[in-house]
């Protein structure tokens, strides 16, 4: 037995005794350690779930457990098996292509401009439900601030908003360089922003702060509607942009006429540039989306189950790509492709057990699961450090999954304050789209929950 390999096995088999049995079969059995040097632990999992799924959640016990053997390891690097480079001494990691998976660390958010890499113009498909946003997109593009301004796109959820108007970000950030200046925000974020710099007396770094922008795209903006500070404060803003040419870009689920709590001056201002809906894809373009999200990831399914999902989803875009994740993980599960009933199986599931059935206690149920602790120590009284985070999650799903009133969510979580239950919420909600490894956990988490039902 070489070095590593007597090594990894003193490491697995202390782990194996402190996580479950089903755990540890389909997560780390088949794991490799390929090298451990320059305080770096390089471990290979057999498959791109496997990989995502220790590193989110074993990533600590791993690293604890290897130092123990070997105090000179700080980190833990993973790679999915067989995506070396044979013969390069140092066996680096080939990195993902990128019409390949996208790998976590290649959708982080960019911190400046707060879009995510992922969402381009290229990977957008084009049909005839969205073709006149994506053309005032483009035009946006080759002509920033001068030819549609603002450009006002609407359309139900999951339809590709926000994906067009990062897409729109990401181009003009890459044309420009750093010599145009973008942010996104959502206008949540701007809401925050302005609460927080009115009861910190720091209105005018907030004014500063966005007025120096030359691109500025707000998502979702109906939630400001009925805002008063925020709707006032964002009116300013919006003024003063404009009046220099700079892009406003907005994104909204509804027509800036049917966002009733609105004021009428900034609902006239919207009206200025070019309002464009985005509608329900045909069967055609659904098709087309799932050509391309299977491209991305690098997987492949049979047509006519690309036919059947096409068929059976159809005015939702991300409920689509909720159903393709299940299906490339069964076949990367079970390594075999997925059959007609088998993915007739996955939707009628799915779709039974979407939203209105979860409960309350499944979440409580999933999240100590995900971090094996007792469903008893996660809502109980204990303080211990290792409670917090999965606490706070379990806070958070509530709120998003189940859109629970903060006091209520508080009931069920040991009796606490609902002001623990506002700031939990926040703490993660904030963290979400920075962190990468939390934003991994939370969808695994959720997958849990949705197939618990
Ligand atoms: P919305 O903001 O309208 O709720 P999103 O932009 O978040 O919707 O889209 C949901 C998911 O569907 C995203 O992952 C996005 O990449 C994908 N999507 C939507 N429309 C398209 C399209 N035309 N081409 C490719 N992907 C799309
Ligand atoms: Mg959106």
């Known amino acids: 037995m070489g070095g590593n390999e007597e090594l990894w096995q003193a490491v697995l088999s202390e782990i194996e005794l402190q996580i479950s049995k089903p755990n540890f079969v389909t997560w780390l059995k088949n794991s490799r350690l390929i090298e451990a040097q320059e305080g770096a632990a390089l471990i290979a999992l057999p498959n791109h779930f496997a990989k995502e799924w220790v590193e989110a959640k074993y990533n600590k016990l791993i690293l604890g457990t290897i130092r123990n053997h070997d105090g000179s390891v700080r980190k833990i690097e993973y790679v999915v098996e067989g995506t070396l480079i044979k013969n390069n001494p140092k066996s680096r990691p080939v990195p993902e292509g990128d019409e390949k998976q996208l790998s976590f660390q290649e959708m982080r958010v960019d911190p400046l401009t707060n879009l995510n890499p992922r969402y381009t113009l290229n990977s957008f498909v084009v049909g005839s439900s969205n073709e006149l946003a994506y053309s005032a997109s483009t035009a946006v593009v080759n002509s920033v601030g001068v030819k549609y301004n603002p450009l006002f796109i609407y359309g139900g959820v999951g339809l590709g908003k926000t994906h067009l108007i990062q897409a729109i970000g990401n181009e003009i950030a890459g044309v420009y360089g750093g010599k145009v200046k973008v942010k996104y925000v959502t ?187 007792s469903p008893t120590n996660l809502i109980g009284k204990g303080r211990s450090k290792e409670f917090i985070e999965p606490r706070q999650i379990t806070i958070y799903l509530m709120r998003e999954m189940l859109n629970m009133s903060y006091p209520y969510i508080a009931s069920k979580i040991g009796n606490r304050d609902h002001t623990t239950a506002i700031y939990s919420y926040k703490k993660i909600a904030d963290s979400v789209d920075k962190d990468p490894v939390l934003s991994n956990k939370l969808n695994m988490i959720k997958e849990t929950v949705s197939k618990s039902v």
């Open 187 to 373: 206008s949540e974020k701007f809401t925050n922003d302005v609460v927080w710099a009115l009861r910190n007396n720091r209105a005018e770094d907030i004014k500063s702060a966005y007025r120096l922008v030359d691109v500025l795209i707000i998502d979702d903006i109906q939630f400001i509607g009925g805002k008063e500070k925020t709707e006032e404060e964002f009116f300013h803003t919006f003024n003063a942009l404009h009046e220099q040419n700079k892009q406003i870009i907005i994104s909204s689920d509804r027509p800036p006429q049917a966002i009733p709590t609105l004021e009428e001056r900034l609902r006239s201002r919207f009206g200025g540039g070019i309002v464009v809906d985005i509608s329900v894809p045909d069967y055609e373009t659904r098709v087309a989306i799932i050509k391309t999200k299977l491209q991305e990831r690098g997987a492949a399914i049979g047509d006519e189950l690309i036919d059947v999902i096409a068929k059976r989803f159809q005015r939702n875009i991300r409920e689509i790509e909720g159903i393709l994740n299940k299906v490339i993980f069964y076949q990367l599960n079970y390594q075999k492709p997925l059959n007609l009933a088998g993915i007739e199986k996955i939707i009628d599931e799915t779709i039974e057990h979407s939203k209105p059935n979860i409960t309350p206690a499944q979440i409580i149920k999933a999240v100590a699961l995900f971090f094996e602790i």
